[in-house]
């Protein structure tokens, strides 16, 4: 295995973030296909006919950035979100929550917070001046941590030495995760038992995307077991030392009102003493609407976290019938909404994979003028600054080739964050090289992991 050190001209938008290093492929292409096909396989991830061939390769200061931001912003967005009112109900009302997320809180208000953000991801993309945080999700059920750990044990198995070592840092979602329940049952005083609850019609039928995790939690100090909703009684329905109080809740609402699957068993669960995280508040905080009440400041803001915002978001605000402030001058935000399309994309404060949003540039001026109209009426969408992301290059395969070759992609970076530790990095880009939306459910996006040298 060797690095490539990048002396030969780069694309014009490629960006000095990235670094000057990479890795060169360790194997042929059908090589690389089959141990990342097999790897990957059975765990929800539509079919990409366009893989890796090498980790995406950061330099040290670059990927410790994305933690370190990660952190701090996810702290802002949880006092944003928390302080919106005083209670659940509050909140909901606030947030103009959909009736179907008015429920599985638990009675106690103070664990329910507590534990709302042990799983983070934001979406980051790479502009002008270096990382933009585009969104943030805060969730059990976050796609990120199967797919890392996947693709990792590959790239281990290429690049590793006969002892083992492998040239490049990172971190395992898997190891890192254990180690949040470990500290999460010392913390709740209850034995090392973990539930893992989910359901197999959310992947295809598959129990593999499953068995992976429980089966790394039994083999690293962890009692886990996974639960489909109709078996989750027995998590609790039973004797003391057989009990599960403690589990991830790696489900959406949405997702299982798709599938008919009822929700009334975990919230059966709750109600006997079930810890699932992250809890249902981690909604309030992954809504859009709190990264623009974030982006447009808090009165308890210090001067260093506003610069942080200033720097790391951009700019986004919750579109309504009202004026607010843009490059320091007011402006009627509807108006001023209508009149910049080609610069600004239009979220819903709840979507997944992309479902519930406008590119302006991508939309005729009418459609667009009608769909922010209508946004603003509801109060439940916000306005952000389209990111264009700039790109790297990284050898790719695909299914008409067999040789791996250079592609430069637009990537969207996943840092995911467990109870404040860092986790280990996702990445996604677009299988054509487009910087639109890149969802991990996107039939045309591909993924990768991210390493540090």
Not at 107 to 130: K, L, M, W
Not at 225 to 237: I, Q, V, Y
Not at 292 to 313: C, D, F, I, Q, T
Request: aromatic share 8%; proline share 6%.
């Amino acid at each position: 295995m060797s690095l490539l050190h990048e002396s030969a001209p780069r694309a014009t938008t490629g960006h000095p973030w990235f670094g000057r290093h990479r890795f060169l492929p360790a194997a042929s292409a059908p090589r690389i296909r089959e141990m990342l096909r097999t790897g990957i396989r059975d765990i929800g991830s539509p079919y990409q006919s366009l893989l890796p061939a090498a980790p995406i390769t950061l330099p040290v200061a670059s990927y410790a950035e994305l933690f370190r931001v990660t952190a701090a912003l996810l702290d802002l967005v949880r006092r944003t979100a928390l302080e919106s009112a005083p209670t659940t109900e509050g909140r909901l009302a606030a947030y103009r929550m959909p009736h179907s997320e008015h429920q599985l809180f638990m009675a106690d208000q103070f664990t329910e917070e507590r534990y709302a953000d042990c799983v983070s991801r934001p979406d980051v993309v790479i502009g002008a001046d270096g990382p933009k945080f585009l969104e943030f999700n805060v969730s059990g059920a976050l796609g990120g941590p199967v797919e890392t750990h996947s693709r990792l044990q590959v790239w281990r198995a290429l690049y590793a030495d006969a002892l083992g070592r492998v040239p490049f840092g990172h971190e395992d979602p898997f190891a890192v995760r254990t180690e949040m329940f470990r500290g999460l049952c010392r913390e709740r005083g209850v034995a090392p038992r973990v539930a893992l609850l989910g359901s197999a019609r959310d992947q295809g039928g598959f129990t593999r995307y499953f068995d992976l995790q429980t089966d790394y939690f039994n083999t690293h100090g962890l009692t886990a077991r996974f639960f489909e909703p109709e078996d989750l009684s027995e998590a609790w329905d039973c004797p003391p030392h057989l009990r599960y109080p403690l589990g991830l809740r790696d489900f959406t609402i949405p997702d299982w009102a798709e599938l008919g699957i009822d929700t009334a068993p975990v919230q059966q669960a709750l109600d006997n003493g079930c810890l699932l995280v992250g809890t249902q508040t981690s909604t309030f905080l992954s809504s859009k609407l709190t990264l623009g009440m974030l982006s447009e400041g808090r009165p308890w803001m210090s001067s260093a976290e506003r610069a942080l915002v200033e720097r790391y978001l951009p700019w986004t605000r919750v579109l309504s019938h009202r004026w607010t402030t843009r490059e320091g001058r007011k402006v009627d935000l509807v108006r001023h909404a209508v009149d910049h399309r080609e610069s600004l994309v239009l979220k819903e404060s709840l979507g997944m994979s992309g479902r519930q949003v406008v590119i302006g540039r991508d939309t005729g001026q009418a459609e667009w003028e009608a769909a922010v109209t209508s946004a603003a009426d509801t109060g439940a969408s916000v306005v952000q600054e389209f990111v264009q992301a700039r790109t790297c290059r990284l050898a790719v395969v695909s299914d008409d080739v067999d040789e791996p070759y250079d592609l430069d992609i637009a990537p969207v970076f996943g840092p995911l964050l467990f109870a404040g530790r860092p986790a280990g990095v996702l990445s996604r880009f677009s299988a054509d090289t487009t910087t639109g939306i890149v969802s991990i459910a996107g039939s045309n996006s591909s993924h990768d992991c991210v390493v540090a040298v």
